[in-house]
């Protein structure tokens, strides 16, 4: 399953009709979380919003997912090793305060499972690929490891 | 832990990806006492924490939610009295921090990973108030802080 997820903050109809729009050309069934958007997709199985107590088996079920840039779906695809294709949100299209997404997918885009998409095509490209999960060893981890052994000898030593 | 005493620390941040953040590095919390608090109820669930605690949350679009959230965070953390207050963000997490630091405690920010190229105003009104004081991005490291430790993503 193909998971779509927008987040619970701000709508994201652009992306959530684009995949709607090519839906019926993947080879795998999509489920589209769309949060406070107004789009009703016609092609695809969708949701408001995935509650806590589904949040696991929504995630573990999927293959892979698309997401706007939000950090918190970005480390959710990590943590239960999914490739994840990131649409930054556009400050021009109203679609943020900023363009703080945009800055981020910059930061993010090569990173082992990680994937941008700027246009629509790329998008519908990267969903008829395979694509490769993110690994277990990547540089991040060791990023992490630093910033966590950083915070408990700080605690220890108050 | 030096000295075999247990900290107790309360972790604050808001729903969404602040919070991910702060599950992302939970294992700095090993050994000791931690309380966490957010501001989406179902979040505790998702990860499994009975005893965590809700903090209203505050937008710049609505003083009284901001005002609310700010007496609740004072209240969280007067009660609580822990060793160390914990927050990635956004304004209810630095409200625990400011009563954090007013009570005499340590206070840490870790300023979101989402913010790339500059540090949120959150995270700028955190450097006059933490006692240790991160971004998660080297390149938005200064000499007198904000400190660069390493990152979540």
Not at chain 1, 117 to 124: I, M, P, S, V
Not at chain 2, 4 to 10: A, E, Q, V, Y
């Amino acid at each position: 399953m193909i998971l779509v997820t927008v987040g619970t903050q701000l709508p994201f109809d652009r992306l959530v009709m684009a995949v709607d729009t090519f839906a019926k050309e993947l080879s795998k069934p999509v489920l589209a979380q769309i949060g406070k958007g107004s789009y009703t997709p016609e092609n695809m199985k969708w949701i408001k919003n995935i509650e806590p107590a589904d949040f696991d088996k929504v995630f573990r079920d999927a293959s892979v997912i698309v997401s706007h840039a939000g950090i918190g779906t970005v480390l959710t695809a990590k943590r239960f090793g999914k490739p994840i294709i990131l649409v930054p949100r556009q400050a021009a299209l109203g679609e943020h305060r900023n363009d703080h997404q945009l800055a981020t997918v910059s930061q993010l885009a090569g990173r082992p499972g990680i994937y941008v998409a700027h246009t629509d095509d790329d998008l519908k490209n990267y969903l008829l690929e395979d694509l490769g999960s993110p690994s277990h060893e990547d540089q991040s981890e060791a990023g992490r490891a630093s910033l966590v052994n950083y915070l408990k000898n700080y605690i220890a030593a108050v | 832990m030096t000295d075999g005493k247990r900290r107790k620390i309360l972790a604050a941040s808001s729903g969404g990806g602040h919070w991910e953040q702060m599950m992302a590095m939970r294992a700095a919390f090993e050994g000791s006492e931690v309380v966490f608090a957010t501001t989406i109820p179902g979040l505790l669930k998702k990860y499994d924490i009975s005893d965590g605690l809700i903090l209203p949350d505050c937008s710049r679009d609505s003083i009284l939610m901001s005002i609310k959230c700010f007496f609740s965070a004072f209240y969280i953390v007067f009660k609580l009295k822990p060793d160390v207050v914990l927050s990635t963000g956004a304004a209810p997490g630095l409200f625990c921090l400011l009563a954090g630091r007013l009570m005499g405690k340590r206070t840490i920010w870790i300023d979101s990973v989402a913010n790339v190229e500059k540090l949120s105003l959150s995270g700028k009104l955190a450097g006059h108030i933490a006692t240790l004081w991160l971004t998660q991005w080297q390149h938005l490291s200064r000499p007198d802080g904000p400190n660069y430790a390493g990152a979540v993503l």
